[in-house]
């Protein structure tokens, strides 16, 4: 009752599908390269058959990476969407316009879309999302996180069983590259930007990755998936990693942890506390000290991963290259064959729209996330400073697990470096900035957020 | 055109899936406390709801872990294959018969089924996969490999666009723990394998899992989704753990590796050399030497992983827990949802049976294997041995990428242990006999295959 019928082609026994490319750069050179390359072994392995029919490029004349032949393209992406033989849109244009009045067209055209446009269905999916439900049609976007590492298809599919509890990544490649490196070299950030720059890591404005934006919009889809609803960017408090002092790397490495820059979403229950936030789901991103045994610490380098933990599984956590021409095609390459197979389904229920799951998983405002703390105060070398500081985190309720003061620095102040136990965001930043009046702190203090 | 209808039930407007179960261990009161606790949330996931119709079990009246409706239960499995309401058959008996015969029938109803046997499943593999093939049905085995963890999932979907190179697995927990406790305790075998039975991680007859061939069993079903064919354990050359001198694990230590039991699958080039292989698939489950920095020695405990290589994604690793009720009963619950949303597909086409593609990757007999190895031979302490040792290994075309010398054991002898680079299987095994007969070295040696 299952099977796909002989030869295990689509459900309506269709066998040949044609892809319509929006856009031609790296990754749709990738993809294109897959498809000519791989065409054979995707029959066989699947009874499918794919091809490239119709490609929008802004400058047709232009050399591609790969030899195409020069009649599929076009240089107007409305000709691609409504192109009665296309069956499946790629869209790989980036940004949100012309992309999402695209997309919209071919939603409405009945066709499958196919995407690794992560900021467009950050901020635009709930539209995106309707489109596809109301036409019966899906939209696939596997490459839009971690590039060729299937964590789209682990949420939707192989973790369906379960009632998500967490999950941690390591979302952006270019950031965790610096991270590796101020933390492995000791070098500062500046330096390790540049290097990242050097080895074409890193854009010449690296303010998205650096600024945890695309961690963010990463983070927002993973979520969707993970809880049901569909999220938007404006609803992820994202922090980036461009304020990190080599010094607090340093002195986290002391005590045992690394810092990484992680894309949170945890499930909350109630706390006890009635200052507390009656339960609900965080979303952040943010620089984070997780122990150096923790298994996202040994993620380096360009590397992602996504640790998600379920109700029934426990922590599964998937690992991989996140980012390139190759690993993103690949990911393509398998939304193309889900929707070719029938198999691509609307990623959201009619219920998720209109029963409103989100009454009972509200985003948690900022002020009110629950979170360990590492901080940092420069101070002046006298007696009674360290009681003092103490004393203002005890009055609003913030505990401290550990303190170490530091060596003197050049400039004579001392550092004194704290772990606090659970506490709520909005304690902690009232005690920090009532510390930072005091007369012997000398302005700004650093802090971290802490995950075990 | 890829959609699955409104409300995203399966391709035939179905909507709801009765379950038949053959067994009710462990892991089948897992899949029925999922079932039973998820139903709501899988029906507003999916549009689907899917209800525990039949039961077979040896002693109806025995206490069960979950709740269910006595009138579920019957002891007969007949009356589950050949239930016209059931769509879904679960299988969790394990063993070959009468799983084996059980299965047949309801692929031969039309019947979908799920099942977490790897055992029969890589000794019965072929006949059970044309089965499904033959009645346009599905068998779906998450469950069988790795637990939990979306393995068979991203092989199948997630990484269908690439060509696969490599697999390197920890698909075993019990010796997994057992040698994560040996590498940290620097504790003997027998004691490790007596803790991990203490801890009910390893049977009192624990040969299955310490002779590697459970390991072996998963290997088989990997290397069927990566290599698209249809392999049988006697293709699968396995050695197990239970060997493993303590000695060996800490010179291992001292050189900077691991020691985990891997489960190898390897595409093989044609070599250079005459008295090579001429190309193929490796398939090989042995204790391994791995870089401590090596991502799958980091993976500890009972915890399994896969680290697989694609031509298009590079290495892309799951790692998560491998058994239990719960991670078991959630990969059974996805390849339930997988048949029941029509997307379960036949995993084999005609093609790989009937076209036999088995001629362009033929299995690598175990001799012809190519690996590095790490070897020790107990030696006389007197002159001119390490020259005698290096002689005849160079005589067989072994060449030594490093030696280290020991400090003479209380018996009188001295280790010499040895990394050669990579050579042939035969050839390394024709010097190690021979060294093994020299005068001055005390039988027997030890050796360890070794992946970087």
Known sequence: MSGAGPGMASSDGKKTFRIGMLGFGTVGAGVAQIVLHSQPSLKDKTGIDIRLHKIAVRDRK?????????????????????????????????GIEPARGLLLKALANGKAVVTANKALLACHGRELFEAALAHETSIGFEASVCGGIPVIGALRDGLVANRIETIHGILNGTTNYILTRMVEDKAPYAQCLYEAQSKGYAEADPSTDVKGLDAAHKLTLLSNLAFHSVFDISEVHAEGIDRIALEDVRYAADLGYAVKLLAIAKRRNPGADPEDFPGGLELRVHPTLIPFSHPLANVRDVFNAALIRGDATGEVMLYGRGAGMMPTGSAIVADIMDAARGSARQTFTKLQFFQNPREDLPVIPPEKMRSRYYVRFNVDDRPGVMGKVATVLGSHGVSIASVIQKEPHETGHVPIVMLSHVTIEERFQAARAEIEELPFVRKPSAFYRVED
Chains 1, 2 share one sequence.
Do not use: M, Q, W, Y
Request: without cysteine; negative net charge; proline residues 6%.
């Open 62 to 94: 232009k050399r591609r990476a790969v030899s195409i032949d020069p009649g599929l393209f076009t240089a107007d992406g409305e000709e691609v969407v409504n192109d009665p033989e296309v069956d499946i849109v790629v869209e790989v244009i980036g």
